[in-house]
């Protein structure tokens, strides 16, 4: 097991009392599985994938993380002052590698993310999409078991995701890497996701979890694809409308 979440909660208190987050969440995660988590805005997505980054505490329950995480959000967050290579090699330096094998791992993925020839660009001379490869090239390169991900696509163009799909769909095969991947778009979910857990609105529970058995890679347009996320869509409009 990866990921093993039992029983998780978790309020935070506000000016206006207490907002429950997380209302006894299970969930368990094997290495290799790519599991994404939808649901309304507001209903514990982000705080659940914080949970398990370490980055916030859970007020019960417990979490076991099996492996070295990498963090992706919808901001790539680059360093405007650093050259593409030297983004995506950041952390590589900090572990104080030998330069040449520095260099290597730098080509390796950038190829991964197709952007071997803006390796002596600036970020801010990258479109959106290229900003989000070099943001996963930088996770990548640091070779985490978990991969968690935050809507890092929300802010694309819808075919600017697409190719995305495609690519994260070749690199995840590639790699092997668990993939935890927050997103309140459905069809995104079932584009990418072995398993997609629907969250209920607030208190943040997970409501439903569905198995998606259809073969890689796969397209937006498939209509099976479309089928089952109409399904998942019909679980969470019952969830809005009770908002
Ligand atoms: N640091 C915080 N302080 C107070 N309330 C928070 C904080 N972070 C999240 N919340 C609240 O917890 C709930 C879940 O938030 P979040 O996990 O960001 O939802 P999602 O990612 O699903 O949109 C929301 O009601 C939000 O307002
Ligand atoms: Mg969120």
Redesign the pocket.
């Known amino acids: 097991m990866r990921l093993r979440i039992r029983n998780i909660r978790?309020n935070?208190?506000?000016k206006n009392g207490s907002?429950c987050?997380?209302d006894n969440i299970n969930l368990d995660i094997q290495p290799g599985e790519f599991v994404c988590l939808v649901?309304?805005?507001?209903?514990?997505?982000?705080?659940?994938?914080?949970i398990m980054a370490g980055l916030?505490k859970q007020d019960s329950g417990r979490i076991k993380v099996d492996g070295k995480i990498g963090l992706m959000f919808q901001e790539p967050a680059l360093f405007p002052w650093l050259k593409v290579k030297d983004n995506v090699g950041f952390g590589l330096k900090i572990k104080k590698l030998e330069k040449q094998k520095q260099e290597k791992f730098i080509d390796a993925h950038l190829k991964m993310v197709h952007l071997q020839n803006f390796a002596e660009s600036y970020p801010h001379e990258l479109s959106g999409g290229m900003k989000q490869r070099v943001a996963l090239a930088r996770t990548l390169i640091l070779n985490p078991d978990i991969l968690l991900m935050?809507?890092p696509f929300a802010a694309l163009d819808a075919q600017t995701r697409e190719i995305l799909y495609k690519e994260l769909q070749n690199i995840w095969q590639l790699t092997k890497k668990t993939v935890v991947f927050?997103t309140?778009n459905v069809r995104e979910a079932v584009c990418l996701g072995d398993r997609v857990v629907v969250?209920s609105a607030?208190p943040?529970r997970i409501k439903k979890i569905f198995d998606v058995d259809l073969s890689r890679p796969r397209d937006l347009g498939n209509l099976e694809l479309i089928k089952m996320s109409n399904k998942i869509m019909d679980v969470l409009k019952s969830e809005i409308k009770e908002l």
Do not use: I
């Open positions: 978790k935070f208190k506000t907002v987050a997380l649901g309304p805005s507001g209903c514990g997505k982000s705080t659940l994938l914080n916030e935050d809507e927050v309140h969250f607030r943040g």
